[in-house]
Structures are given as structure tokens and as C-alpha cells.
Antibody, heavy 120, light 107 residues
Framework: QVQLQESGPGLVRPSETLFLTCTVS????????WNWMRQSPGKGLEWIGY???????SFNPSLKSRLTMSVDTSKNQFSLRLSSVTAADTAVYYC??????????????WGQGILVTVSS | DIQMTQSPSSLSASVGDRVTITCQAS??????LNWYQQKPGKAPKVLIY???NLETGVPSRFSGSGSGTDFILTISSLQPEDIATYYC?????????FGGGTKVEIK
């Protein structure tokens, strides 16, 4: 059974960088596409992007200029960095595994989610 | 971006009722449409992928249909544990986009 767990700070100051890590257990980070989503009351569910173990990435154009993703196969983890955050980035952030060939076909395993608040 | 519009935004039905939720895409998404169930405080859970395929372990009272721009999620006999918000999601064209959700309650 694949399990995902997000970790990172729950509070980030405006204009700083949000950094989250997702740790994968029960499976290998080298075997699938790994996605990030976020959910806020104002914007609903939003796809952020994905990374493959080879470091191939695809990002939502709305966030692309501020976004970096990385994967650490030795730790079975992948990470997200979102720079220059504002209050609009306040959300529950989820990591998820994608099934299928396109990297985003459907998301069959999700982390429990982590609430990130952007506030001074 | 492809806009996904769900209706209704909320509904109230009795246990045993047949429930239908619709999802309309702003452009043709072929069959690349998935349905998720989300309970309060939990991550979404996939129910249906590629419009009509039931994910392993999901009760057979859930079914999906449609293609192109119009899709339907059906719960054939609503159960108390089905109380949740349901979302559609397209992956025909990046960025992936989700519908606004349909909240299902028991009458």
C-alpha cells in the first residue's frame, strides 16, 4: 500500500518561499509521476504540477514562474518550492501519485494534506 | 484553461435514492474525465477514471458516463457513507482542471 506524507512549515511570511516535501512509503518514487495539488475555499482544487523521477516536470502556467520541483530518489521524496508567496497561496497542499502514461491521468494515492498559511 | 462546471452545487437526497451529478467541460475532453469523492478533512479519493471505469475497491453503486463535453456521475442507491463533496477532473489538456464540486447531503 503506497502512502504519501507531506511535511513543511504551516506558516510562511509574505514574499518568502514555501518549501514542502512529500515522503513516499510502500512504493518507489522512481516508478511514477508525482503531483502537487492545492485546495483553498476561494479557488477550489488546483493542480500545481508534476515531476517524474528523471526530473521531467510540468507546471501550471499560472504558477510556473514561481515554481520549482525536485526529486530525491535516495530518500524516496519529492519536493515543491513556491517563491514570492502571497495570501492567495494560503491553501491545503496535497501530494499525489498519478496513474497512467501522461503524468496526470488520475490520482490514485494522496497525502493527507498540509495547511499552509501565508501571513506576517 | 478548460473550465469544468458541475451541477448542482449541492443536493439533498434520501437513503436509497438515485443521485446524479453532471459535469460540463468548456471544450471537448474526449473520455479524459475522472470523478473524486472528498469527505471533510480528507484528501480526495478517485471513484471513476476515464469517464466510466470504476476504480478498484469502489462500490458498484457508483457509475460514470459521458464523453466529449458532458459527463454524469450516478450513485444508484445513496448510502449514509456517501455524504461527501464530489469533483470532476479533466486531463485532456494541461493544466489539469477540476470542477467546483457538488456537496451531497442526506435528507
Amino acid at each position: 500500500q503506497v502512502q504519501l506524507q507531506e511535511s513543511g512549515p504551516g506558516l510562511v511570511r509574505p514574499s518568502e518561499t514555501l518549501f514542502l516535501t512529500c515522503t513516499v512509503s510502500g512504493g518507489s518514487v522512481s516508478s511514477a509521476y508525482w503531483n502537487w495539488m492545492r485546495q483553498s475555499p476561494g479557488k477550489g482544487l488546483e493542480w500545481i504540477g508534476y515531476i517524474y523521477y528523471s526530473s521531467t516536470t510540468s507546471f501550471n502556467p499560472s504558477l510556473k514562474s514561481r515554481l520549482t520541483m525536485s526529486v530525491d530518489t535516495s530518500k524516496n521524496q519529492f519536493s515543491l518550492r513556491l517563491s514570492s508567496v502571497t495570501a492567495a497561496d494560503t491553501a491545503v497542499y496535497y501530494c499525489a501519485r498519478a496513474r497512467g502514461l501522461f503524468g496526470v491521468d488520475y490520482f490514485d494515492y494522496w497525502g493527507q494534506g498540509i495547511l499552509v498559511t501565508v501571513s506576517s | 484553461d478548460i473550465q469544468m462546471t458541475q451541477s448542482p452545487s449541492s443536493l439533498s437526497a434520501s437513503v436509497g435514492d438515485r443521485v446524479t451529478i453532471t459535469c460540463q467541460a468548456s471544450r471537448d475532453v474526449n473520455k479524459y474525465l475522472n470523478w473524486y469523492q472528498q469527505k471533510p478533512g480528507k484528501a480526495p479519493k478517485v471513484l471513476i477514471y476515464d469517464a466510466s471505469n470504476l476504480e478498484t475497491g469502489v462500490p458498484s453503486r457508483f457509475s460514470g458516463s459521458g464523453s466529449g463535453t458532458d459527463f454524469i456521475l450516478t450513485i444508484s442507491s445513496l448510502q449514509p457513507e456517501d455524504i461527501a463533496t464530489y469533483y470532476c477532473q479533466q486531463y485532456d489538456t494541461l493544466p489539469v482542471t477540476f470542477g467546483g464540486g457538488t456537496k451531497v447531503e442526506i435528507k
